[in-house]
């Protein structure tokens, strides 16, 4: 096993390309798509007047918009607006009129359509209530508006049956970092296990046959080796952006590491499923690519599961181990969660993985 086992690292380390790229692709990936710009992020926005603005609006409309926990509204000249929105320092300006407003755009970001719909909701909501109030005694409307807002008659808490507040706590920044770690974790896993079906094509597998080694030492020096490239990138991407981008992962590390090792462990085993249905390593190139992407894509790798509504794909998301693998993963991050409460997660990639090996080494072997 050991031989077998030392044989695929040094295969690695003459060719790493695959591996790395990998890995390359799930730091790119993530970087763009939350390390840059994710919910927690800070948005400055250049904003200035138009000449018929009054003082007194002035100050109101930026004490309102200020008031976002994530965004900060920069009092600046209207030239300084202009040449930061022309020379790219700024996405967008904000020019404040009386009871209107006007957003400067020179190219789209996702930000853009944060930074205006919060905007248009803080417009819309200050001129609803000054026409109220423009039919009433404006002063006495809006002190009890304010009191109303401090001491409201009614307060509204949902819980969930394990006594939580919400039942689904949305963190964009894990929801991307961990979906698409576990996405190219499986081109990494399945790929590498082509060693084995490569073997077979050219005999190197009936040479191994007939050496002093028995055939689970060579299942087991190939599986091991598989499932800890699959351990590592998942590893390493996760402390990539702990440290780099500072993403929390939680305190529960153990759990943490336990819940990786529990997905790779499904993964190889379905690779080793793939690999028997299979009969050449070309049709495995074909497969692996269009079951990657189908598997993130209902696991809810690509966006969350829980705003997905039809039950046929719920039911279709329930059948891949990626969906437990991040439904696991958040229940460590995000909800502080041990192993005793990720018992059902943790069993289901089991068996899968059990399920899926046990098939796919007697298929494998039938096909001997």
Partial sequence: MRSVFLLQWQRLRRAPILV?????????????????GGPNSHITIYTYGDPSLE?????????RLNEAENMTFRWVEESEAH???????????????????????????????????YVYQVFSEELRLQEIASQVDAGEFRTEFERFLNEPSMKVVTESLSGEESSFIYDDQLHVLFGMTLFFSIYTIMFSLMNVA?????????????????????????????????YVQILVAFLFFKF??????GQRYGALLFVIACYTFAIVSLGMLVMGLVKRSQQMQAVIPILATAMAML???????????????????????IYYGLDALRGVAIYNLGLPELLQPISIMLLFGVVCMGLGINLMERRA
């Fill in 55 to 63: 003082e007194e609006k002035r100050v109101e409309w930026l004490d």
């Fill in 244 to 249: 780099i981008f500072g993403f929390d992962l």
């Fill in 198 to 230: 490569e073997e077979k094509r050219v005999g190197t597998w009936d040479r191994l046959i007939v050496s002093p080694l028995h055939k689970w030492q060579i299942y087991l020096g190939h599986l091991l080796y598989c499932f800890l490239i699959g």
């Fill in 20 to 36: 790395l790229s990998f890995l390359g692709l799930t730091i790119l990936f993530v970087s763009f798509l939350a390390g840059f």
């Fill in 83 to 117: 040449e930061a929105v022309s020379s790219g320092d700024a996405g967008l300006a904000l020019k404040l009129m009386n009871d209107d407003y006007r957003i400067l755009i020179a190219v789209q970001e996702p930000s853009s359509v944060t930074v205006e719909n």
């Fill in 299 to 321: 696991g809810g790798a690509y966006w969350p599961i829980e705003i997905v509504t039809n039950d046929i794909m719920v039911a279709l998301a329930k059948g891949m181990p």
